[in-house]
């Protein structure tokens, strides 16, 4: 049976505690109960592990304890009954089985905590801190009874709680990892290696890839007619508002534009910047020493970074305009590029590397002025649609069919076969590149009255269903260039295939590696692929299964590229680092031997004691969450 997360024998705590479960039900309770009082008085228990029987209670919050857990990994709330439909009841019934295992097994075995242990967690818990500070028992009784808990069953629970954990830390405890074991993955996970690529490219070809005529390109159309029908659509009428359709005429001041225009002027006028890094020293002392080892040429600037404990990251400004530099901005504007120059700064004095000179940008107010225009008269279209908009509202409320309200709105019809995905499922229809649009078209039933739906832009939009239109092909001609391009693709493929083995042979007969095309050479990397960038995943897997001079062609997808293995780097045997390695192995090794003699245990105890579960009382109680 599947495990809770709960139930990893690397935690201390098996299991929710009684403590963890007290403070979860007082705020349930506090919260109307979610449900629980919904089960009655006739369902106690869900089943039972030997002596011990799984609660209603338990359960329930076991269920929503991994609801709750579900959303976090989501990043979204999801509901119990939601969550349910996940699969997470099963999660939260193996992880009761778990501790009723336990907990049987304890009880068989006697091994119990003393009330002194049991004393313990009660007084440290803050739950029961009184005014003054320390354990308050009135505190702990008024706390017990909100949450529905009698003292004798608190503190019983907390005595199994600390049982389960010494049971579980005797059967997890004491494992080390296999030697060989560990030395086997060490080797595997260390080892590195160097290798040469060749990507075929259309560039790869020995000729131009000719383009297919109109025959062939029907022939493919014809034989994979699958790929360009459209599935079931939505026929869609619709009356539509768009800003750009009130803004054609619209007059627009001249004031309103140079307003626009000062209001971004930021987007219009860039200033001169530079591409900088800066090296601050403590004092003036250590940056005058600093200069003088660089003027000499005793180190490079990336010596002086080193040596202040810096990475290059660390020191570098990207670009940035004089304003931004404050008093340093005039000294280091007037240095040339690549120059190394002394500067003041609110942090310390400071030395300056000039990386680049970027010129500032200016776009001229008669420049911009007709793309501001248009700006103006959408941003007027808008507030005159937004002013239509409870007119709009008021006639679809009246019942005004699509061509009235078309009549007194002065809004424009429209027809669409809307597919919601695959192919022919975007048109040229403008509508569609809504994303307000497209949800509610999705949404749209027989039978819907319009409503009014508002655009991104502004606009609005109200529609009704016709009629369902079932698949059929996509015409020839608006398939065409799909087709075109798919079968150009499918015979550039081909030809690159062919190229490719002409090149692998030419390269195992002997045939200089670099004369066959541009190589990247990777000079080592590990199986991770940490240290390379763009390298498709196929060719690290490829170059980590040959043998150092294997050569090969590597396909994925749309990528071939011809691969040969440079050499390989054993892992090496000693050394800070490989310590390092083999002691993080060795203890995820110890882990999952922990874990999995904590699963076959718990699954042994479970077997020897005996489980029922009643699969009629669980939906009962599925059915009360919410």
Not at 99 to 113: H, K, M, T, Y
Not at 156 to 179: M, Q
Not at 392 to 409: C, H, K, N, V
Not at 565 to 580: F, N, R, S, Y
Request: glycine share 8%.
């Amino acid at each position: 049976m599947a495990k809770s997360p709960d139930d990893q024998p690397k935690k201390k705590n098996k299991g929710t505690s009684a403590l963890t479960w007290l403070m979860t039900g007082m705020l349930i309770l506090g919260l109307g109960g979610f449900g629980v009082s919904n089960f009655g008085g006739t369902v106690n228990s869900i089943g039972s592990v030997g002596k011990i029987d799984l609660s209603v209670r338990d359960y329930a919050q076991a269920v929503r304890d991994e609801a709750a857990k579900l959303s976090q990994q989501l990043g979204t709330r999801i509901a119990v009954q939601q969550a349910i439909g996940f699969g997470i009841d099963r999660q939260a019934l193996a992880g009761l089985v778990t501790r009723a295992a336990l907990d049987n097994a304890a009880l068989s075995f006697g091994l119990s905590v003393g009330d002194a242990t049991v004393a313990q967690e009660v007084m440290k818990e803050r739950a029961f801190i009184g005014s003054s500070g320390t354990f308050d028992r009135a505190v702990y009784r008024e706390a017990l009874s909100r949450a529905g808990w009698r003292e004798a069953e608190f503190e019983e629970n907390l005595r199994r709680d600390a049982a389960r954990t010494l049971l579980s830390g005797a059967v997890t405890g004491g494992f080390t990892a296999p030697g060989a074991t560990t030395d086997v993955i060490y080797k595997w996970v260390a080892e590195r290696r160097g290798f040469s690529l060749i990507r075929l490219t259309e560039a790869s070809l020995t000729a131009p890839l000719a383009e297919p005529d109109e025959a062939a390109v029907k022939a493919w159309y014809d034989a994979r007619i699958a790929d360009f029908t459209r599935p079931e659509s939505k026929r869609i009428r619709y009356a539509v508002l768009l800003p750009e359709t009130i803004a054609v005429g619209l007059p627009v001041e001249e004031e309103d534009i140079k307003a626009m225009y000062q209001a971004r002027i930021s987007e219009f006028v860039t200033p001169p910047r530079r591409l900088i890094e800066r090296l601050v020293y403590p004092d003036e002392a250590g940056r005058e020493a600093a200069l003088a080892q660089l003027t000499a040429g005793e180190a490079t600037f990336e010596d002086l970074v080193s040596a202040r404990g810096l990475s290059m990251d660390a020191v570098d400004m990207g670009d940035v305009s004089e304003a931004a530099l404050g008093e340093a901005g005039p000294v280091v504007f007037a240095g040339a590029e690549g120059a190394v120059v002394s500067a003041d700064t609110s942090l310390g004095p400071a030395l300056f590397r000039i990386n680049g000179l970027l010129p500032g940008e200016e776009t001229t107010y008669e420049e911009a002025r007709d793309d501001l225009a248009q700006e103006v008269r959408l941003e007027v279209a808008r507030k005159e649609i937004n002013l239509k908009i409870d007119e709009i509202d008021d006639l679809l409320a009246s019942g005004a069919s699509l061509d009235e309200l078309a009549g007194q709105t002065g809004m424009v019809l429209g027809q669409i076969d809307y597919v919601a995905s695959g192919p022919g499922a975007q048109t040229d229809d403008k509508l569609e590149g809504y994303q307000a649009f497209r949800t509610a078209a999705n949404a749209l039933q027989q039978g819907d009255f319009p409503e009014a739906i508002a655009l991104d832009d502004g606009g609005v939009v109200a529609m009704e269903f016709v009629e369902i239109l079932p698949p059929a092909p996509i015409p020839f001609e608006t398939a065409k260039p799909e087709a075109q391009a798919a079968l150009q693709q499918d015979r550039l493929k081909a030809a690159l295939d062919a190229r490719g083995l002409e090149l692998k042979t030419a390269a195992e007969s002997g045939s200089d590696f670099a004369t066959l095309g541009t190589v990247e050479a990777v000079a080592e990397t590990s199986r991770d692929g940490a240290t390379t960038e763009n390298i498709p995943a196929a060719v690290l897997e490829a170059a980590f299964a040959m043998k150092a001079g294997d050569i090969r062609l590597v396909e994925d997808g749309s990528f071939i590229g011809l691969l040969r293995l440079d050499h390989v780097t054993a892992a090496p045997e000693t050394g800070d680092e490989a310590e390092a390695l083999k002691a993080a192995i060795a203890s995820q090794l110890e882990q999952q031997v922990a874990q999995d003699a904590f699963t076959a245990f718990t699954a042994s105890m479970a077997d020897q004691a005996g489980m029922t579960i009643d699969q009629n009382a669980i939906n009962l109680v599925n059915s009360g969450l919410q």
